[in-house]
């Protein structure tokens, strides 16, 4: 009964709605009862629509705005002893909303599949994930002058930590290097330089080179942390490369993000960025313990990315995509957009605000929008 | 009646001036650097010819024959003696000279794909905007490579660099702006549309200009000083040189002066047409007036926020607004602002003369503009404005009838625009009625601080008034207070009762009997005038006297501050708030349900009963419980902040307990018996670990004031009601200050190893590193005084610096989204109909209309019931 009336306002109103009406349903409730509450809730919802005309942008922007300058520029975020180092508040903001290609702090929640994600797992899955160079793993760097050789002494200890043994240790590192002769003892590694006129300069540049040689781990991470969500754990890293990690059987694929948007955008794709943009700005602010509604973020988010890439709230992001000569030369650089504007004789239309504002006339939002239209007589 | 023809302009086409136009529009050909002869005329032909217009009163303009403000001016030129390159179009002439063959004039790509490209960029012309056309565009000119031989005509190209700022070189070899503009002639305008240039519009040619405009006169006033000297505007100044220098250059060609010379002088043509445009190329040396300060040209004055285009078209000024210092009056209702006298005789509202209210505003004109309330101005059906004098005032009085408007003084109930900067959200700018007060100042309600952001230690705000019917009638309907009671930000109330209001009510709702007089005049004074709801005995509950404010029909049950949060139907405890039937049954108010940007109370009541009731109701209460502290009395004291003998003990026992607990750390540190954290050092561990036990240590004696804090003083109250400070705050001042921040960390910066001389290095106890131990009444040591100065500082620091970076994320923002708009259909569209959202927000639903951003399911239900 009730629920084919319920069938009938799917159509009128939000999923989250109903949802919400079928959670908080008195419990001695009759098809009557059910109809009368759902007629009542859709009259106030279509109450509660917008006007047309309404500018929602400059209300995001005047929602951020305002608050933001309530935000503090706090960089670091320590919450005790088990989080991350991230950048929060004010600069993080900016840092989204410019769509920086590298940020500073670059991070990953990498959610595990069962049985890994229990305590006794984690850590070891979580050494797994974190990048090792030869160094980590090395006691000691020697360089025989005399034979042109580097030999290197690995700590074994914490090569059987990371399950990896010297054979094939030596065999990545071969890889790695296409013009050493690498060879193996028992607890050193020696690499000689095949290149006949090799002299010590180029010795010491091989041993830094050695140093810096990835060895196991994904690129990228540089550290990483088992932290308990609820009832499991999950692994945070400082460094992203979800790439990679997305390529790991034991990873949960559905829930492991990173907090790189360009990333996000690269592997899952523009709708994902968008999504990404929207809870990361929403972490900083709750953070913050501003009250901004999330309508007005995925407005922003949106408007970054209806055109399929990323664009930045930038004078060469959005604000470079406007149609409006005048609008575009308003914000920066005026005098570039001009002479743009009049090598291919660019008309201006005048359909945004800030041209009409500029030549005194009405802006076309709100009250504004409405106009006559005369029938000529025939 | 007069006729009004009204033009809108639909659209502005940008190009480049032709040799051709620029002759066409000019009224002069200037030919000498003179600009007044010995009468100080301006000179025929000089740059200062009436014919461009004039700046001079009484002089007529020879072009047009109008005076000084209504001749807008008419453009003049000068005729170059030898081509000069424009510093704007310096790369276009570079790619255009690198990528055509320097014989034929053609694009060097092979024609079949330049074929090719032509037919992408027609089909990217049916698309709308020019995005994609300039795409292409861009894809075609950096993948364009230099070539040896032409593809077209076989002839060897040579390599061709930029000497920057104007200078072209072939093979190292100078090549003049003559031979330049010969060859982008020769360029072809199927050509021009590969390099994205319009022909119609820009042919390459012009990028090389044989002829200059000059702007007109008006555009360049001359300055008279008061000696009688005239001070020329800068581009007069530039624009003397370049005639100059034209006119040297062209007498030494005719003389036929060495080539050496010749160059020279064009050189400095180049130069100085150069800086005409724009004085801040990278690599010249900016011209300079002769006191050294360097000119201003055309391209400072378009750009940057002085400039014309942000300072002067995105900005406007107003008349008929006022400014002064505000101060609060919470006596005036919400949506009222009191004005003084002086403004209300200074601005004016126009109202127009019918035959129906003449004696009305014959009124006003009688009693002219010195006394209150008179009329200052009358305006004419033709347009002719009158200043109504003591002289004027009787033959004003006779002529005036139906069609006149009369500029009257301002009155009460009058509209006006409030405003404060900075103007952050539409809240920064509410239309409030206006209140004519005695006083200097002007007054606002203190409950509508909030949204302004305004406090009263000095502040100013503006005053506008709106001067048309259409201006009035938007400002009342869209932008008065009621209507702007719930942020669109995040959909609750966003003013709300601040302060002494809030501790008046807390205390009113705590007050169990209130003899009935008492609570009459306190009714009386808040604005209630029907009593018939007052229980009829001799005293009567705070509560009861709060429940006067509400309507009789309205249930309500909400959380207060020191309820324990859970489940809200649930909640047992007596602070928890119940109003059934118009009644306050218990409860403590407190800032949760009647302050600012929180609670449902304010946002349940304009729900359902209007926001002209919400307003209303909110400044009763207001008025309600500033009132009973008028009746109670209320300050703060020192005594406040006395603890009794076993609370300070306390308090000493925990931060005794911390310092040993620090001390067995760092020694726990000290013989590597610490163990450390995963991930981190035993360094790190030890500081993490006595950041704990410091941050521990403060919680703890925080709350052994809150268990003291049981009388309740004044500083109690006001932390416990939310009406200013809390009780961490209070614990600060009693009892512990606790450990200084500075950069996310306890301060460790200063001498090498220690904070200050007096440590020693390595000293890592809490009192070395920024922990300040007792509260402010007790006092600060020297050190600790230290440590809180250099939080204080870095705070300040912090403001300073976050205000330019958020007020330029908010132009950016602003900038980009302004023109971001709902459509008919519910679609959300920018300026070019492209589509952002289908649906704002996913459901349509318009924030500042919804309850905390959502539609209030569970109310509508339970009201149904």
Not at chain 1, 26 to 50: N, T
Not at chain 1, 313 to 328: C, P
Request: aromatic share 6%; net charge positive.
């Amino acid at each position: 009964m009730t629920d084919e009336i319920f069938k009938e306002y799917e159509e009128k109103l939000p999923k989250l709605i109903i949802d919400e009406i079928k959670a908080n349903l008195p419990e001695k409730a009759d098809a009557a009862k059910v109809r009368k509450i759902l007629e009542a809730v859709h009259a106030e919802y279509e109450k509660s629509k917008l006007d047309a005309g309404e500018c929602v942008g400059l209300l995001s922007a005047q929602s951020i705005g305002e608050q933001g300058t309530q935000a503090t520029l706090d960089t670091f975020h320590f919450s005790g002893v088990s989080e991350m180092n991230v950048t929060m508040g004010l600069p993080r903001i900016i840092e989204i909303l410019d769509a920086r290609k590298t940020i500073s702090t670059p991070m990953m929640e990498i959610y595990l599949n069962a049985p890994y994600n229990q305590k006794e797992n984690v850590k070891k899955q979580a050494l797994l994930v974190k990048e090792i160079k030869l160094k980590d793993v090395a006691t000691e760097f020697l360089v025989n002058i005399a034979d042109m050789i580097i030999k290197v002494d690995i700590d074994e200890q914490k090569l059987k930590d990371l399950d990896l043994t010297l054979a094939n240790l030596s065999k990545t590192l071969s890889k790695a290097m296409k013009s050493l002769k690498i060879k193996q003892d028992t607890v050193s590694i020696i690499a000689k330089l095949e290149d006949k006129d090799a002299n010590l300069n180029s010795l010491y540049k091989l041993k830094e080179k050695l140093k810096e040689t990835h060895i196991s781990g994904i690129k990228g991470v540089t550290q990483v942390l088992p932290v308990k969500r609820g009832s499991e754990y999950i692994v945070l890293t400082a460094g992203s490369n979800l790439k990679a990690v997305l390529a790991l059987e034991w990873v949960d694929k559905e829930r492991t993000t990173s907090n790189d948007i360009y990333e996000i955008a690269a592997t899952l794709g523009i709708e994902a960025a968008r999504e990404t943009i929207i809870d990361e700005l929403l972490k900083v602010i709750k953070a913050q313990g501003l009250k901004i509604d999330i309508r007005h973020l995925m407005i922003i988010s949106d408007t970054m990315c209806v055109s399929g890439a990323i664009k930045g709230i930038t004078r060469y992001g959005v604000v470079n995509e406007k149609s409006s000569v005048l609008a575009r030369a308003s914000f920066e650089t005026p005098i570039k957009h001009i002479m743009r504007a009049s090598l291919v004789g660019e008309e201006d239309k005048l359909h945004s605000v800030i041209e009409n504002v500029m030549l005194n006339q009405v802006v076309p939002l709100g009250t504004g929008m409405p106009v006559l239209k005369a029938k000529k007589k025939e | 009646m007069e006729e009004y023809v009204y033009k809108k302009v639909s659209s502005i086409v940008f190009g480049l001036l032709s040799p051709k136009v620029v002759k066409k529009m000019s009224a002069v050909k200037v030919v000498t650097p003179e600009l007044y002869d010995k009468e100080g005329y301006p000179v025929d032909g000089g740059l200062m010819d009436t014919r461009m217009g004039v700046i001079d009163p009484g002089l007529r303009c020879k072009t047009c024959g109008s005076k000084i403000k209504e001749c807008v001016g008419h453009f003049g030129y000068i005729e170059l003696a030898r081509p000069v390159i424009n510093i704007n179009l310096v790369s276009l002439i570079s790619t255009l000279l690198k990528f055509t063959c320097r014989e034929c004039g053609k694009i060097l790509i092979p024609k079949v794909k330049a074929d090719k490209i032509i037919e992408s960029l027609a089909a990217a012309d049916k698309e709308v905007g020019l995005e994609k056309r300039r795409k292409i565009v861009k894809h075609v000119i950096t993948s364009l490579k230099t070539t040896n031989k032409c593809p077209h005509c076989k002839a060897r190209q040579l390599k061709i660099t930029i000497e920057k700022p104007t200078t072209f070189l072939e093979n190292e070899k100078r090549i003049t702006p003559i031979e330049i503009r010969a060859r982008l002639e020769k360029i072809s305008d199927e050509d021009c549309e590969l390099f994205g240039l319009n022909p119609k519009y820009a042919r390459p040619e012009w990028a090389v200009q044989t002829i200059l405009p000059i702007p007109p006169v008006t555009i360049r006033p001359s300055i008279t000083l008061e000696s009688g000297e005239r001070s020329e505007d800068d581009l007069t100044h530039k624009l003397g040189d370049i005639v100059r220098i034209n006119q040297r250059l062209f007498e030494n060609i005719n003389a036929g002066a060495p080539e050496i010379i010749i160059e020279d002088l064009w050189d400095l043509l180049q130069y100085h047409v150069t800086t005409f445009y724009n004085n801040e190329v990278a690599q010249l040396p900016p011209a300079r007036h002769r006191s050294g300060q360097p000119l201003k040209t055309l391209a400072e004055r378009i750009k940057s926020k002085e400039g014309r285009i942000r300072y002067n078209l995105a900005g406007k000024r107003t008349n008929f607004s006022a400014r002064t210092v505000i101060s609060p009056d919470p006596m005036i209702g919400l949506n009222e602002v009191g004005i003084p006298l002086i403004m209300a005789m200074k601005l004016t509202v126009p109202e127009r003369v019918t035959a129906w209210n003449i004696n009305y505003l014959k009124a006003f004109v009688q009693k002219g503009s010195d006394k209150y309330p008179g009329a200052n101005y009358v305006i004419r059906p033709d347009g002719k404005k009158k200043k109504i004098t003591e002289e004027m005032k009787e033959q004003i009085l006779e002529e005036i009838q139906p069609g006149y408007i009369i500029e009257r003084h301002l009155m009460d109930g009058d509209i006006s625009v409030f405003n404060r900067q900075p103007s952050l959200h539409r809240m920064s700018m509410m239309c409030h009625k206006i209140k004519v007060l005695p006083g200097r100042t002007l007054r606002l309600n203190p409950s509508v601080c909030h949204p302004y952001n305004a406090d009263f230690d000095g502040d100013e705000m503006n005053l506008h008034i709106p001067q048309t019917e259409e201006a009035r009638a938007e400002a009342e309907i869209l932008m008065e207070v009621p209507t702007q009671l719930i942020s669109p930000a995040f959909g609750l109330s966003i003013m709300g009762c601040i302060q002494d209001s809030i501790s008046g009510n807390f205390l009113l709702a705590r007050d169990p009997e209130i003899k009935k007089e008492i609570a009459v005049k306190l009714l009386v004074d808040s604005g209630i005038t029907d009593f018939s709801r007052l229980p009829s005995k001799k005293t009567i509950s705070g509560r009861d006297v709060f429940s006067m404010l509400l309507p009789d029909d309205f249930n309500f049950s909400a959380h207060s501050k020191l309820c324990k949060k859970g489940p809200e139907a649930e909640c047992k405890d007596a602070n928890h708030i119940v109003i059934k039937d118009g009644k306050l049954l218990q409860g403590t108010l407190d800032s949760a349900n009647l302050g600012k940007g929180a609670g449902l109370l304010l946002r349940n009541l304009h729900q359902k009963y209007g926001q002209e009731f919400a307003v209303d109701f909110l400044a009763k209460v207001a008025k309600l419980g500033v009132n009973y502290l008028f009746h109670k009395g209320f300050t703060v004291g020192i005594s406040d902040m006395d603890l009794p003998d076993d609370a300070n003990q306390k308090i000493e026992n925990a931060l005794e307990e911390s310092t040993i607990t620090i001390r067995e750390l760092i020694s726990a540190c000290a013989d590597r018996t610490l163990e450390a954290f995963p991930g981190k050092t035993i360094e790190e561990t030890l500081e993490l670990k006595i950041i704990e036990t410091l941050n521990n240590v403060r919680n703890k004696t925080g709350n052994i004031v809150a268990e003291y804090s049981t009388k309740l003083t004044p500083t109690v109250i006001m932390a416990r009601s939310g009406a200013r400070g809390s009780v961490l705050t209070l614990g600060q001042m009693t009892a512990c200050i606790g450990q200084q921040v500075l950069r996310g960390k306890r301060i460790d910066k200063g001498y090498k190893g220690r904070t200050l001389s007096a440590f020693r290095a390595g000293d890592l106890t809490e009192s070395a590193r920024g922990f300040v131990k007792y509260g402010y009444k007790r006092g600060t040591t020297p050190a600790e005084y230290f440590f809180a100065a250099m939080t204080g500082r870095d705070s300040l620091m912090d403001t300073a610096l976050r205000t330019p970076k958020s007020g330029y994320l908010y132009r950016r923002l602003s900038n980009a989204m302004q023109d971001i708009k709902v459509d008919y259909d519910g679609t959300v569209r920018d300026a070019s109909n492209k589509i952002i959202q289908f649906s704002y927000g996913e459901d349509g639903v318009d924030v500042s209309r919804s309850v905390g951003g959502k539609i209030d399911v569970k109310r509508i239900i339970q009201n149904l019931k």
